[in-house]
């Protein structure tokens, strides 16, 4: 696969993907359209069962959509641009195994919402975020008004969005918008070590359980609890659960063949 803005390492069944526009790793058509395709792939790969996101250099893991392609585009030619944005953010939201943010350093605007649709995010003590849209005279189009408030409650989703002011890594773990501060230079390591406890589980019950959570996220309680039900069902008929439960009987460690 020919990528010219990002990059995938594939090792020991975890896919690390870079973007690699330093120092600041801007958004543009090229970049979420290689995600899309790279993304794609992933999800089919069977050699793959986590994917960590991330940004190249230690200033930023995406500090943003790109204002210069921005500022050429008609209204149409940026609705254009904001369908294809959305359609990526959507494809690594609901990619079937779990995807980790590492983020490395400013993470604004689309960055954040970049950050949103990954399962985890582990970020540097030294990162900031931000939503600075307002100041543009725009809004997040890439379901960060809609993402934020699910994850952080709708009064500080609006106290960040409205404002768009910047705030520190530790703000961000007080409103658990991300799940671990470490330092700069653990970032990518405790990403890879999270991911691959990740890939220890069985695939498919992992696999179900992520279609449960995001998709009842969206329904009203009995529509989630019919959908955690057939998830259930299909999770017990798999090979692994009954790999599972022998090797709990058996006081063994259990070695899950993904069927």
């Known amino acids: 696969m020919n990528l010219e803005l990002i990059s995938c390492e594939i090792e020991s069944n975890v896919a690390v993907v870079t973007i690699n526009r330093p120092p600041m790793n801007p958004l543009n058509t090229t970049v979420f359209s290689e995600l899309s395709t790279l993304m794609a792939e992933l999800d089919t790969n069977k050699a793959v069962r986590a994917v960590i996101l991330t940004g190249s250099g230690e200033k930023a893991f995406v500090a943003g ?3 210069y392609q921005m500022m050429t585009l008609s209204t149409i030619g940026m609705m254009e641009m904001n369908k294809i944005s959305r359609t990526v953010f959507s494809q690594i939201e609901n990619l079937s195994k779990p995807v980790i943010a590492a983020i490395n350093g400013l993470t604004l605007g689309g960055g954040l919402e970049l950050a949103l649709v990954c399962d985890f995010r582990i970020t540097s003590e030294k990162a900031r975020f931000a939503f600075p849209e307002i100041g543009l005279g725009i809004i997040p189009g890439g379901g960060g008004t809609q993402r934020l408030q699910r994850i952080v409650g709708q009064g500080i989703a609006k106290e960040l969005l ?7 890594a530790q703000r961000a773990l007080d409103i658990n918008l991300v799940h671990k501060v470490v ?6 390591q405790t990403a890879k070590e999270w991911a691959a406890k990740l890939a220890e589980k069985p695939v498919i019950a992992l696999r179900l359980l992520k279609t449960a959570v995001n998709t009842g996220a969206n329904v009203d309680l009995e529509s989630g609890l019919s959908i955690e039900s057939a998830c259930f069902g299909n999770a017990f008929a798999t090979e692994d659960r009954k790999e599972g439960m022998q090797a709990f009987a058996e006081k063994r460690k259990p070695v899950y063949t993904g069927r």
């Open 162 to 168: 409205f404002f768009g002011e910047m705030f520190d």
């Open 65 to 67: 959509a790109d204002i």
């Open 183 to 188: 330092p700069v230079e653990e970032v990518l």
